[in-house]
């Protein structure tokens, strides 16, 4: 397991264990794909998630720290939940983004 990976796997790790207010899980689903991926291309890459809300974890670059002694990871995590509003953010996505 490269050192990605293991990054990657221990954050999807960490975001399951987040519990909602009755101490069930609070993400339905936590993805890492396989390959890039853009917030125009989630659907279409995974048309039957269904279940939220939902997070996926999408790497960016590692960057060297330090003069090479440690590396830093970007990491970017799209949050995905159901929400109907007119205008302005819903508080519930407020609460998503809050919680994670």
């Not at 302005?88 to 998503?96: H, S, W």
């Amino acid at each position: 397991m490269n050192n990605h990976a293991a990054i990657l796997s221990a954050l999807k790790e960490r975001l399951g264990t987040i519990e909602n207010d009755n101490g069930e899980k609070f993400l339905k689903s936590i993805l890492i794909p396989a390959s890039p991926l853009s917030a125009e291309t989630i659907f279409d890459r995974y048309p039957d998630l269904t279940h939220f809300p939902a997070a996926i974890i999408v790497p960016d670059k590692m960057l060297p720290d330090n003069g090479g002694l440690t590396r830093t990871l970007a990491v970017h995590i799209f949050l995905l939940a159901e929400s109907f509003c007119n205008g302005g953010a819903a508080p519930e996505i407020l609460k998503l983004q809050e919680k994670v």
